[in-house]
């Protein structure tokens, strides 16, 4: 297993308006190893979405190179990009974004269905990974019917359905109270203690002390990046 799980050489992306050019992310250079907890930081529009996007292959850079587990995403063509965000990465973002009208059970098991796991273990896999979020006395409820720090240790569930190899966070206890928020950091930080690559971005302070690093962006470029 390759050490160095995302490397980032150079990488811009700007966005066209109309005549103008926004420059939301300039020659980022860097690498996570696999197991970082990493925290990413930075003011209203300073990159961090956009850079949580390119990581995820939501979108495409407008320029430099990014590695992931030692393949170039520039390789992929939709297909496999679509099957690398299934299988590789897991998702969690501040609104949730689970489906309305599924149970928490079958939420879950979605990205198994895209992956071909049989329904069986499916759904004896989704159980597992509601248990491990303690949420699995809610497993047929859906989304409309939890509260948000439960609808949220949901989503991490779903996010670890294929035991994706980095886990991106955008935002994620960003609709939740301090005490949920404190739990459901617990989980992150259970799940980076059992071995998982996890990246989260925040504007809090009390988040970002759970990581172990924190790179800083502004105006799309590295403010500082350190080890905590
Ligand atoms: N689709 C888009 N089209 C044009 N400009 C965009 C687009 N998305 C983002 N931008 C611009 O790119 C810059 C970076 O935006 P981004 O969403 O990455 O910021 P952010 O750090 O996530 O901010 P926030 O903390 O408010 O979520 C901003 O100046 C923003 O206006
Ligand atoms: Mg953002």
């Known amino acids: 297993m390759r050490k160095e799980i995302i490397k980032l050489d150079s990488i811009s992306k700007e966005y066209c308006v109309g005549e103008f050019t926004v ?18 930081m930075g003011s209203s529009g300073s990159g961090k979405s956009t850079l949580m996007n390119i990581l995820g292959c ?17 390789d992929y063509d939709d297909n496999a990009l679509s099957r690398l965000r299934n299988e590789e990465i897991g998702f969690v973002f501040q609104s949730f974004n689970l489906l309305p009208r599924l149970s928490a059970l079958e939420n879950v098991s979605l990205p198994m269905i895209y992956k071909g796991v ?59 109270d301090s005490q949920t928020t404190k739990e459901i950091m617990g989980i992150f930080t259970r799940l980076h203690r059992e071995g998982n690559t996890i990246i989260i ?15 800083k962006l502004r105006d799309g470029i590295i403010e500082s990046d350190l080890i905590v």
Do not use: C
Not at 23 to 40: C, D, H, M, P, Y
């Open 201 to 215: 971005v925040t504007h809090d302070k009390f988040v970002a002390q759970f990581a172990k690093r924190i790179i």
């Open 118 to 176: 049989r329904q069986k273990d499916r759904r004896r896999r989704a159980m597992d990974l509601l248990r491990k979020v303690s949420i699995e006395h809610r497993f047929n409820h859906r989304p409309n019917q939890m509260s948000g720090g439960q609808v949220q240790r949901v989503a991490i569930a779903r996010a670890l359905a294929n035991n994706p190899s980095i886990i991106l966070a955008d935002e994620p206890t960003g609709n939740l």
């Open 23 to 40: 420059k939301a992310l300039q020659n980022l250079t860097f690498s996570i190893n696999r197991g970082e907890f990493v925290a990413i």
């Open 58 to 74: 939501l979108d495409s850079a407008s320029g430099g190179n990014y590695w992931l587990n030692g393949v170039n995403v520039l």
